[in-house]
């Protein structure tokens, strides 16, 4: 009777300690489904967030390439139109980048020619070269503002004037410090200086001329006057010349008979 019942309490222990297992069983497969659940929610609310956040960053981007793109354009234009070039020169005086209007204005193809310092300065004339170069020079060790002015010549023999204006940048820790300027096509300008001296020098001979011409006039006028006044002085000799004398030798004759 005792094993019976030793047998009955093991049984009840084994049933129970089976039942609390199957429990616990349902309760972690319950917690492992809720965390699934939660965890599949987590995961499309972060993917939802992100993909929202990447399509917002690529929208920005987008939105800032075209700006930078209509930027560039409207660079490009008022640059032509203004006949304008920029460049950015770096400090070691080699590495040399050129905007398109830059190869416009010295009449050099972007698929030949490659700027550098030196082949910058060659297309510079001879009786310039010395001061462009002195000048960039001096901005760049000294960093200050350049401001140029010299002649170009075209690989068609003809000379262009260029004014240069740079300044030294150093907002980049990578490139370091380099100069970035815009030179500016001032042919017409000077030329137009060289019409107005011409005509300024024209005027003033012409200034001259006509003040002789005055003083000229001036002297032949009073020279007139003078010869008018022998003109008449000599009428009047004339005429007295030219009156009879008998009168006068009447007189004469009475006077020696006397």
């Known amino acids: ?7 009955r309490r093991d049984e009840f222990v084994v049933k129970d300690a089976i039942a609390s297992a199957v429990i616990q069983k349902r309760a972690v497969a319950g917690a492992l489904i809720v965390t699934a659940i939660l965890t599949v929610l ?26 930078l793109e209509t ?32 190869h416009e204005l010295y009449a050099q193809s972007p ?16 009786d310039d070269r010395e001061a462009a170069q002195a ?25 262009c004037h260029i004014a240069s204006l740079a300044a030294v940048a150093t907002d980049s820790v990578e490139l370091g410090p380099r100069l970035v300027g815009i030179d500016l096509d001032i042919t017409d300008r000077v030329e137009a200086d060289e019409r107005e001296r011409k005509l300024q020098h024209q005027l003033h001979d012409a200034s001259r001329q006509a003040g002789m ?13 003078v010869l008018n006044s022998v003109n008449i002085s000599a009428s009047l000799v ?21």
């Open 1 to 7: 009777a005792v094993g019976d019942e030793f047998e």
């Open 42 to 67: 987590f995961v499309l609310a972060t993917r939802r967030r992100i993909k929202a956040r990447m399509e917002a960053d690529i929208a920005k981007e987008r939105r800032r390439r075209a700006e």
């Open 71 to 102: 930027i560039s354009i409207r660079f490009g234009i008022a640059t032509r139109a203004a006949r304008a070039g920029v460049y950015e020169l770096n400090s070691d005086g080699v590495n040399v980048w050129w905007s398109d209007t830059m």
């Open 111 to 126: 698929a030949t020619f490659r700027p550098t310092m030196a082949s910058w300065l060659e297309l510079i004339h001879p």
């Open 135 to 159: 000048a960039i020079t001096g901005a760049i060790r000294d960093n200050t503002h350049l401001r140029s002015q010299y002649r170009v010549v075209r690989p068609d023999g003809s000379v």
């Open 213 to 225: 011409a005055e003083i000229a006039t001036n002297v032949l006028h009073n020279v007139g006057n």
């Open 238 to 258: 004339e005429d007295q010349v030219k009156k009879p004398r008998a009168a006068g030798l009447s007189k004469v004759v009475g006077l020696l008979k006397q």
